[in-house]
């Protein structure tokens, strides 16, 4: 009964491909992001979506582009991968986006290398 | 812009010493402040949080509060256990789309 799920756990793969991970969530949540944690441990937000509508986009390399399909998936998928793609990409949903102190409830993450 | 500084680690402690973790942050309006922790290998948890000023936010013996005249927020546990070692984020959200400003982390490890 994991409350947000991402696949997959591990992603290795050569420059210059193009890969997705996927991200679900049982909440019944409205409000889904995508983050990014360097090797340093930094996270930070690179998308935010609403009922399935982009919200927040925090200047990213085109090469990523989300694609919400309904309110409880939002899939992150990454042309032409570079070798400072590498990093943990964390998936995250909560209730309400509008009140700021909402609770933001973290998938596993997935560990992406490129090589 | 929303910033979070927090103390740079790792903090090493030995098992029921007193725990600090200081942050400080920067922010428009009045924001809410979280603590998240990261277990290795595993994913954030909310650990505790506060959405007003002089609030205290507390879970499993943790204890943080909103100190909006020193725009701080600092964690607090009276005694650690090995178990808490972990990484702990210091975050901030405004009112808007609640996307979180996280601190750099601060790595806590605790010796038996």
């Known amino acids: 009964d994991t409350a947000v799920s991402q696949t997959p756990k591990y992603l290795v793969t050569q420059m210059g491909n193009d890969k997705s991970i996927k991200c679900e969530q049982n909440l019944g949540h409205d409000t889904m992001y995508w983050y990014k944690q360097d090797s340093k441990k930094f996270l930070k937000i690179m998308f935010s979506y609403n009922n399935k509508e982009l919200i927040i986009n925090e200047t990213v390399p085109n090469r990523f582009s989300p694609k919400s399909p309904d309110k409880a998936h939002l899939n992150l998928h990454i042309n032409s991968l570079e070798l400072g793609d590498s990093a943990v990409y964390f998936c995250?949903?909560?209730?309400?986006?509008?009140?700021?102190?909402?609770?933001?409830?973290f998938g596993p993450g997935t560990r992406l290398t490129v090589l | 812009g929303n910033s979070v500084t927090q103390m740079e680690g790792p903090v090493t402690l030995s098992e029921e010493a007193f725990l600090t973790i200081n942050c400080t942050y920067t922010?428009?309006?009045?924001?809410?402040l979280f603590w998240y922790v990261q277990y290795p290998g595993e994913g954030l948890q909310l650990l505790l949080k506060a959405t007003k000023a002089d609030d205290k936010g507390s879970n499993k013996g943790f204890e943080a509060t909103y100190r909006k005249e020193t725009t701080s927020f600092h964690l607090e546990k009276g005694s650690v256990q090995v178990s808490d070692s972990a990484v702990y984020f210091c975050?901030?959200?405004?009112?808007?789309?609640?996307?979180?400003?996280f601190g750099k982390g601060t790595m806590l490890l605790v010796s038996p």
């Open positions: 975050a901030l959200s405004n009112s808007g789309y609640s996307t979180l400003t």
């Open positions: 922010a428009t309006g009045y924001p809410s």
């Open positions: 995250a949903s909560s209730q309400d986006p509008g009140t700021g102190g909402d609770t933001q409830y």
